[in-house]
Structure formats: structure tokens, C-alpha cells
């Protein structure tokens, strides 16, 4: 992926989301490029406007370690006590610059700081894991999430049903 192009903003590996389920365990290694939005820096709760309007926050890398993401389902089982995730994967913030041999007699410098379009920027590689409730659960506020003061903010929705609309729009 051109490194410029990255650093731009123009392009994100992966544009701003939030994952569908309850919770995503993410083990990731050491490129970087993990972004979480500041949820006080855009008048929305809609993941591609935050694209737009917010800013967010470079995840720093830590060997060994796992992030943990709150999903949609835990937002509306927590009545939004606990907030959805939007995040999104762009170019790592730094990479010592490195030389690599494109032939044998054209040696090349690839990094984040060479400036050049075609310079590429390293793969990044992580291994996320979804946990999504049975898919006939009905997910609504828990008990101790809501009251008289604290109206329940969704009503009931069928896993199952909210995953299969979720994926349709996005694989349609």
C-alpha cells in the first residue's frame, strides 16, 4: 500500500467501524496503525461520519498483550453504559526506514519517511477474535443497566436477525 497515500488520509486500510458482536479480542503485532476515535470529537455516533469529522487516537503497540474491543451487542445489552468501539487501521505512525533489495542492482529504501508514492508500507498482521452471543439470544439492557431514571435506549433485538442484516448490508 503506498506509504504517502497513508500518511495523507486519504486512504485507511481500514476505514472507521465498530465490530457487530459483544466483544473482539485483537492480537496484533508490532507495525502499529490501530486507531480508536475520540468519542467527544464528532456530534455523531455513526462510524463513517467520525471518519470524516473526528479524530482518534494511534493504539500503541504492546508485545504480548491483547486489545479488547466493546462491540454493539455489549453497547445495547449496557444500555450505552459501555460505548461500541469505532476504530479504524491506517499507516503506523513510525517505522525506522529499511532498505530492501527490489533486484539484485536496485537496493531501495521503503519506510514512512521516504516520501516517495511507491514507497510501500510494511504489512501489518493481526489476528482478531469475535465473540457474538447464541444467534437466538435476545440482546436488551440488562437488569442494573437501566431504571425510572434510566429509560432502557433500544428495545429488544434477536442476535441472529441483527448479524445476518449487518453482514447483508456489508457483503450485499
Known amino acids: 500500500m503506498p506509504t ?3 500518511n495523507s488520509g486519504k486512504l485507511a486500510r481500514v476505514p472507521a467501524h465498530s465490530d457487530f ?8 503485532d508490532d507495525v502499529g496503525g490501530l486507531e480508536i476515535a475520540d468519542s467527544g470529537s464528532a456530534n455523531t455516533e455513526k462510524s463513517e ?8 487516537t494511534p493504539v500503541k503497540t504492546v508485545p504480548g498483550t491483547v486489545v479488547v474491543n466493546i462491540g ?3 453497547m445495547r445489552w449496557s444500555n450505552g453504559r459501555w460505548k461500541n468501539t469505532i476504530h479504524r487501521v491506517m499507516g503506523p505512525s513510525s517505522l525506522p526506514m529499511q532498505e ?6 536496485n537496493p531501495r529504501t521503503i519506510g514512512m519517511d521516504a516520501g516517495c508514492l511507491e ?3 510494511p504489512g501489518r498482521y493481526s489476528i482478531p477474535f469475535f465473540a457474538s452471543p447464541d444467534p437466538e439470544a435476545m440482546i436488551e439492557a440488562l ?6 431514571d434510566v429509560p432502557k435506549r433500544w428495545k429488544p433485538i434477536n442476535t441472529g436477525d441483527f448479524l445476518r442484516r449487518k453482514r447483508e448490508a456489508i457483503f450485499a
Open 119 to 121: 514507497d510501500i508500507t
Open 100 to 105: 530492501v533489495s527490489i533486484s539484485p542492482d
Open 143 to 148: 437488569p442494573g443497566c437501566w431504571s425510572q
Open 72 to 74: 454493539y451487542l455489549l
Open 4 to 6: 504517502q497515500l497513508l
Open 49 to 56: 461520519e467520525f471518519e470524516k469529522q473526528g479524530s482518534f
Open 21 to 28: 458482536g459483544t466483544l473482539t479480542l485483537l492480537f496484533q
